[in-house]
């Protein structure tokens, strides 16, 4: 089959990958005239992403650019000394296999990774898809395609064009999140230096590759700011509003904002779905399921519902309607709980009050000062906690000829 997907950050080079291996023709087109490296945040990959990842052949290519963060140094007003939160325990209790790379390296690996074998078509992107499978481009020739795949984040332009207005089927958590890239000497090698206050945090890190610092700044409103999400200055603004009065580090960073060489602000939006294809079309990653980007494992399920999409249509031998119902069968329920997981880390990342806050703080240092068995124990206490991101199983999928 010939299979057209739209994105070319994370979930549409993974399901090119695994397409081509199962003897389709791919082609990804992408909005951006290369390969994107635009800064960005770290992403976690948990259990299954890596065994996917293994299973490609890049799990030392991940590892050699992965990062590592051993310490938080947690400031809050009013508190002189920071709390010190060993991250190491913490992840070390909360899954078996994880790690932390930032997204552009991710990217990139992915992408080199197939592009000897896909067809990459940048600065273009799609403006209708037929039922029958024909598609238009802003820029390149009208095309012929058995099945298109949106995996073009949040945004989706193929969402849009298969389903209809992006209004339809987000649901805002009530937070922002935005990230921007500032000197590297503003940053220690391993160490994270957050400061958290009632309904708003920030925090920066750096790592021994990386030629700059990144600062990640989460905050929460009452209700949806007015901006256009490709407008930086006025996003600027509003990030500088809502730290305004902050202490500490933070009006360093937001000093950098106006001459950071990358800078990313959007909405922490879950995409809600009865179902994720119509006709030809499907979606993967945060085009059809996002939990919220930074808080519900939005890359790690990017990766996995890519592989289970070519799974099933390896097990389909191409019948698109029998493998997109299995696709969606075999991830809803996991999809659901990541959201539900997602909701639950914004209130406590965000906290609405000073209790809340201190907790969050304090209760954090606390668990990584007992030994690390009883830190391990007290995480698998919580089923819905982020542990459920190590339990999905990876299966192995049996192509089946037409």
């Known amino acids: 089959m010939r299979v057209l997907i739209s994105g070319a950050s994370i979930a549409g080079p993974v399901l090119a990958y695994w397409l081509t291996r199962y003897g389709h023709e791919v082609t990804v087109v992408e909005r951006a005239p290369q390969p994107r490296k635009t800064g960005g945040h770290s992403v976690d990959l948990w259990r299954p992403a890596l065994d996917i990842v293994e ?8 590892r050699q650019r992965s990062i ?4 938080t140094l947690a400031y809050r007003p009013g508190v002189r000394r920071p709390a010190s939160i060993d991250n190491t325990k913490i992840f070390t209790a909360v899954s078996d ?7 552009d390296d991710l990217s990139e690996i992915f992408y080199d990774a197939t592009r000897d074998t896909t067809e990459y078509v940048f600065a273009d992107s799609l403006t209708s898809i037929s039922e029958s499978g024909d598609v238009t481009f802003e820029h390149g020739r009208p095309r012929r395609f058995d099945l298109v795949i949106g995996a073009d984040g949040l945004h989706s332009t193929v969402r849009r064009l298969a389903f209809g207005p992006e209004s339809r089927f987000t649901d805002w958590v009530g937070a922002y999140l935005a990230v921007a890239s500032v000197p590297r000497d503003l940053a220690r090698n391993g160490v994270i230096i957050a400061h958290f206050d009632v309904g708003r945090t920030a925090m920066m890190y750096t790592a021994p590759h990386l030629q700059d610092a990144r600062v ?14 490709r407008d930086a200055d006025r996003q600027k603004t509003l990030l500088r509003e809502h730290f305004a009065g902050h202490d500490g580090h933070v009006p360093r960073w937001l000093a950098e904002l106006d001459q950071t060489p990358s800078f990313y ?7 809600r779905l009865d179902t994720w294809s119509r006709g030809r079309v499907a979606l993967v990653g945060d085009a059809g399921l ?3 980007p930074a808080i519900g494992a939005s890359t790690s399920l990017a990766v996995l519902s890519a592989y289970v999409l070519a799974g099933q249509l390896a097990e389909a031998a191409g019948d698109h309607i029998r493998a997109y119902a299995a696709y969606q069968s075999e991830l809803e329920e996991f999809v659901q709980r990541s959201r539900a997981f997602a909701r639950g880390m ?8 000073r209790l809340g806050l201190s907790l969050l703080v304090n209760g954090t240092e606390l668990a990584t000062r007992l030994p690390s068995g009883m830190t391990r124990w007290l995480a698998t206490l919580n089923s819905g906690g982020v542990r459920l991101f190590d339990t999905f199983p990876v299966r192995d999928y049996q192509p089946r000829t037409p």
């Open 346 to 353: 914004a209130k406590t990342l965000l906290p609405s009050h």
């Open 55 to 62: 299973r490609m052949g890049l799990l030392s290519a991940v």
């Open 290 to 292: 996002s939990p919220g």
């Open 216 to 229: 990640l700044f989460l905050f929460r409103t009452e209700r949806p700011l007015d901006y256009h999400h």
């Open 97 to 103: 296999r994880h790690l932390e790379i930032m997204r």
């Open 68 to 71: 590592t963060t051993e310490r």
């Open 265 to 271: 602000f959007d909405s922490i939006t879950q995409v």
